[in-house]
């Protein structure tokens, strides 16, 4: 189990950067291009700064890797992986699906994770071994024991020709299982997993930031993460497939 002091900083850390980008969507925010459809506004830059002041105050010991900021080496075996804001291409549209991710690592496994959604006010929680939890409250992946049965999600690389690879996959699902969705935040679509709102998801192309908070939800709310050959993997592989348990082979054996 994690420190204590650990959660509630990470608690607090999530609700302040929720409430910036919450109090900020509806601005006239400055928008800029890491790439030719990879976004980050200031808002970004703003709820990353708040979460990593939070933390160096409380461990200024620990490492951390933040997906703007990048790494910052500490001196113990902690590393904290941030994502301020998960679905900054929604976010620039003003359309309400984001949300901020915070894990926390020790010796290489991560003990803790928190992805919280500011406009539903939805906080999901996880720390090792002591289950998976939506505003408090225990959750548990799906009963769905078929494709066809199942709800899926995706989502797209910002590289065009990942995105090609990805769509055969996608139209594969469409005619294969009950439904296939894109929401463009994966820590959100990994937690919809973990809660039974979605029974698999698959991504090609992620970052550690992306995953790392939401594979431990989904773990520790039954649910099952591997590589896209089904084989175990951490939130540093790229590419993923997460579900239930129930369909991961079947969703391994379309996908992979």
């Known amino acids: ?113 928190i992805v919280y959604n500011p406009m539903s006010e939805e906080m999901f929680t996880a720390e090792r071994g002591q289950g998976a939890f939506l505003n408090g409250k225990r959750v548990h992946v799906s009963a769905a024991d078929s494709l066809i049965e199942s709800l899926l999600c995706t989502g797209f690389s910002y590289d065009r020709d990942h995105v090609k690879s990805n769509l055969e996959l996608f139209n594969k699902a469409c005619m294969t299982a009950q439904a296939v969705r894109r929401d463009g935040s994966a820590a959100l679509d990994l937690c919809y997993v973990a809660c039974g709102r979605f029974d698999g998801f698959w991504e090609l192309t992620l970052h550690p930031w992306d995953v790392a908070a939401g594979k431990l939800i989904i773990e520790e709310a039954g649910g099952c993460v591997t590589n896209i050959k089904g084989e175990p993997c951490t939130h540093y592989d790229p590419a993923i497939i997460a579900s239930n348990g129930r369909i991961h082979a079947a969703l391994t054996e379309l996908v992979s």
């Open 1 to 113: 189990m994690a420190d204590s002091r650990f959660f509630t900083v990470a608690k607090e850390a999530a609700l302040e950067a929720g409430r910036i980008l919450r109090e900020h969507l509806d601005t006239d925010f400055k928008v800029f291009k890491k790439g030719i459809v990879n976004l980050v506004t200031e808002v970004d830059l703003k709820a990353e700064k708040a979460i990593l002041e939070r933390i160096r105050r409380n461990f200024p010991d620990h490492n951390i890797l933040s997906e703007e900021h990048g790494t910052s080496e500490g001196e113990v075996d902690y590393r904290w992986v941030i994502d301020p804001l998960d679905g900054t291409t929604n976010y620039s549209h003003r359309y309400p699906v984001f949300c901020v991710s915070i894990a926390l690592e020790h010796a290489g496994q991560t003990i803790l994770g």
